[in-house]
């Protein structure tokens, strides 16, 4: 877990430590890009990889902090992540940014950000 990660995460689940074992200890959010499924492959996920890596930032509304390096489009990457998406596909720690004819984005949470513990952040979003 990065270091704005919450001391408090919901219990880890196999499935997202898989991915997390592609990235460095310290990514919360994890890029995947996997090819559009089609009736050749069974309408299965078959291809896929690691674009990149992220660490929350210190305050909300701030841009996600890049980890070096982190890009993996090895075969272990692309079966890992293409398990995930066609079991994780719908759950809440997943998110589609992008799709196309050839390609599929995904952003994949693997923690909480620390400032969603913040007493005091829930009265300032009401506030508005």
Excluded at 2 to 21: E, F, H, I, N
Aim: net charge negative; aromatic share 10%.
């Amino acid at each position: 877990m990065g270091p704005y990660a919450s001391p408090d995460q919901p219990r880890r689940t196999p499935a997202v430590d898989t991915l997390r074992a592609l990235v460095p200890e310290s990514a919360d959010v994890i890029r995947v890009r996997a090819a559009t499924p089609t009736a050749a492959t069974g309408w299965a996920w078959t291809t896929a990889e690691v674009l990149g890596a992220y660490e929350w930032p210190p305050y909300p509304g701030e841009p996600l902090r890049a980890l070096e390096r982190t890009a993996d489009d090895s075969n272990h990457a692309s079966l890992t992540v293409a398990e995930f998406l066609r079991t994780h596909r719908y759950a809440g720690c997943t998110r589609l940014v992008r799709a196309n004819d050839t390609a599929y984005v995904f952003d994949v949470r693997l923690s909480c950000p620390r400032w969603e513990d913040w007493d005091d952040y829930e009265p300032l979003l009401a506030k508005g």
